[in-house]
């Protein structure tokens, strides 16, 4: 059967989640490891949610989306649980994964498109203009998978004003600044989440997106999408308490942490089970 739906995913506190995201009233649930690292499990699922999954990556294509590099990505796994899919995107959009081989063709396209922004090495200079150890993690700063930099930081502590001027220059430069929890995120434009999916929905001939996702790097993928959800926490919905302009389209979730995830799927399963999507 061919696909002609996609649903396209962030990770991260949207389908899995930290053990700090838990509350007590997961401690009668089936919570599932779904992350290794380090001699522990990291991150997870409800049962719920893994069964939500399989069922629809059985009926449709799934697409994990997600800002994590890709060594970060491969620590994930859902085929202990039987859930399988053709595609990934990793790197925030900079690396697609077909089959678990990447996408040379999208490569050279991502490669091509930093001739219009900034060079990574000249962004991070300006950038250390004005990071501080009151704020930034000492020697968190990376460029992840040559695409894009991260740094973990101390949130509270940012110097707002300082922060919003730098935001505005980088954005001149055809550079995105995203802060997701502890991790600050600078990305070149044209490495984006939307960019990637509508690179798949054109290659599948694919006509109907669903999406899910919590932050700002999750947006414009989001908006491009025939059906948008988006989890009661993170970056998004806490613009959407703002009554920030721009997130109308979205439909956000009645619950937060794991219980989004749960809800996110069983909206995207009940969907599936009606053909169609309101």
């Known amino acids: 059967m061919i696909n002609t739906r996609m649903f396209a995913s962030d990770l991260d506190q949207t389908l899995i989640y930290s053990y700090r995201s838990f509350t007590n009233e997961y401690a009668d649930q089936s919570i599932r490891p779904v992350e290794w690292l380090d001699d522990r499990y990291i991150s997870y699922m409800t049962q719920n949610s893994l069964t939500k999954l399989k069922e ?41 994964f077909n089959k678990g081989v990447e996408d040379q063709d999208w490569r050279h396209q991502v490669l091509e498109g930093r001739n219009h922004c900034l060079a990574a090495e000249d962004l991070i200079n300006k950038f250390n203009e004005i990071r501080h150890p009151s704020w930034v993690i000492k020697e968190s700063g990376k ?51 939307k960019a990637a999916i509508q690179y798949i929905q054109e290659k599948e001939g694919i006509n109907q997106v669903l999406a899910a996702g919590d932050s700002l790097l999750d947006f414009d993928m989001l908006k491009a999408a025939d059906f948008a959800i988006a ?48």
């Open 56 to 96: 629809i990556s059985e009926g449709l294509l799934f697409v994990p989306v997600t800002t994590r590099t890709k060594l970060q990505y491969l620590r994930i796994n859902f085929l202990e649980y039987d859930i399988s899919y053709q595609y990934a995107v990793t790197s925030n959009g900079g690396t697609i």
């Open 143 to 193: 460029l992840a998978d040559d695409l894009f930099f991260y740094c973990l930081i101390e949130r509270e502590k940012i110097p707002l004003g300082e922060l919003a001027a730098f935001k505005l220059w980088a954005r001149e430069n055809n550079w995105e600044l995203s802060v997701q929890g502890r991790k600050l995120y600078l990305v070149p434009i044209n490495v984006n989440k």
């Open 231 to 278: 989890p009661a926490h993170g970056e998004l919905y806490s613009l959407y308490l703002q009554k920030v302009s721009g997130l109308e389209r979205l439909r956000f979730t009645q619950k937060s942490g794991l219980k989004a995830g749960e809800e996110i799927l069983d909206y995207v399963a009940g969907a599936l089970s009606q053909k169609l999507v309101v």
